[in-house]
């Protein structure tokens, strides 16, 4: 069964921080690229963080140098490194895959996680 379960959220003080994890099953893992994308009520999806098959990662502008994605083939995972959270980070954080690089590339997703909350608050 293809299915994505994310993990991790919670409430945490500003300027704290947070790992989020997202594990798979039934797909074939290390061929698949994979993304981060939060969710606020009344907004649409904000794409934050992507990491190809060998790696590479790429970063949302408001994201870049607090956050930190990372893969694991061997346990079809993958996290998401927050630090120097901000009240502006709080969302619905979910994870998300795609099979083709092209659409990689589009920020396309071929399937979605339910999502995890995390509230930035003091």
């Known amino acids: 069964q293809e299915q994505l379960v994310e993990s991790g959220g919670g409430l945490v003080q500003p300027g704290g921080s947070l790992t989020l994890s997202c594990a798979t099953s039934?797909?074939?893992?290390?061929?698949?690229?994979m993304n981060w994308i939060r969710q606020v009520p009344g907004k649409g999806p904000e794409w934050i963080s992507s990491?190809?098959?060998?790696?590479?990662?790429r970063y949302a502008e408001s994201v870049r140098g607090r956050f930190t994605i990372s893969r694991d083939n061997a346990k079809s995972t993958i996290s998401l490194q927050m630090n120097s959270l901000k009240p502006d980070d709080t969302a619905l954080y979910s994870c998300?895959?795609?099979?083709?690089?092209?659409?990689?590339?589009?920020?396309?997703?071929?399937?979605w996680g339910q999502g995890t909350q995390v509230t930035v608050s003091s």
């Open positions: 998300a895959l795609t099979r083709s690089y092209r659409d990689f590339l589009e920020n396309k997703f071929d399937y």
């Open positions: 039934g797909f074939f893992f290390s061929t698949m690229y």
């Open positions: 990491i190809d098959t060998v790696g590479n990662a």
